[in-house]
T-cell receptor, first 113, second 114 residues
Framework: DVKVTQSSRYLVKRTGEKVFLECVQDMDHENMFWYRQDPGLGLRLIYFSYDVKMKEKGDIPEGYSVSREKKERFSLILESASTNQTSMYLC????????????FGQGTRLTVV | AQSVTQLGSHVSVSEGALVLLRCNYSSSVPPYLFWYVQYPNQGLQLLLKYTTGATLVKGINGFEAEFKKSETSFHLTKPSAHMSDAAEYFCAVTPSGSARQLTFGSGTQLTVLP
């Protein structure tokens, strides 16, 4: 089975801290994604990466950056955490084949206080 | 650009009753369509997908969906609800030929009443 692992299930950080969310997939997938999930808004794409060191902005990239130094790992960085970044963050991966689905991690619930 | 509309953020059904969750999409090119389910405190899991071919798609746990191009719809159904179906359901669309541009609806929370 495909496994997408997010390093933390729950995180509590202080305003202004630099926060790293880590995601690892074990299926050699080309594409990796970071989504933010908020009630009533569904999933919104923050960034995605289609290859090592390659990235593209999604719908809501402001306040976030990403890093993909190895194919299996995709990190989301909150440069200076703010309370409006309190949310559920979901990582996903998929192959480069268009008709295949994305596989999701368990999510990281981040609270910024 | 594509978009997804899920009608009804909350749906309640009795155990054993029909489940119908609505999804309408817009896409400038033929779409690929997906339904995902999210159980509490978990990530999303694929229920079913439509890419090409048969428009009635069967998925896991007894769910199915029908792609209707004329109505730009991809509604999710299950003939008889079970308590274990209580979860949040997301419809998603991507333009055919692009694995990168997956767009999700806002989700429908399904409650199953005893």
């Amino acid at each position: 089975d495909v496994k997408v692992t997010q390093s933390s299930r729950y995180l509590v950080k202080r305003t202004g801290e630099k926060v790293f969310l880590e995601c690892v997939q074990d299926m050699d997938h080309e594409n990796m994604f970071w989504y933010r999930q908020d009630p009533g808004l569904g999933l919104r794409l923050i960034y995605f990466s289609y290859d090592v060191k390659m990235k593209e902005k999604g719908d809501i990239p402001e306040g976030y950056s990403v890093s993909r130094e190895k194919k299996e790992r995709f990190s989301l960085i909150l440069e200076s955490a703010s309370t409006n970044q309190t949310s559920m963050y979901l990582c996903a991966s998929s192959t480069g084949v268009p008709n295949t689905e994305a596989f999701f991690g368990q999510g990281t619930r981040l609270t910024v206080v | 650009a594509q978009s997804v509309t899920q009608l009804g953020s909350h749906v309640s059904v009795s155990e054993g009753a029909l489940v119908l969750l609505r999804c309408n999409y817009s896409s400038s090119v033929p779409p690929y369509l997906f339904w995902y389910v999210q159980y509490p405190n978990q990530g999303l899991q694929l229920l079913l997908k439509y890419t090409t071919g048969a428009t009635l798609v069967k998925g896991i746990n007894g769910f199915e969906a029908e792609f209707k191009k004329s109505e730009t719809s991809f509604h999710l159904t299950k003939p008889s609800a079970h308590m274990s179906d209580a979860a949040e359901y997301f419809c998603a669309v991507t333009p055919s030929g692009s694995a990168r541009q997956l767009t999700f609806g806002s989700g429908t929370q399904l409650t199953v009443l005893p």
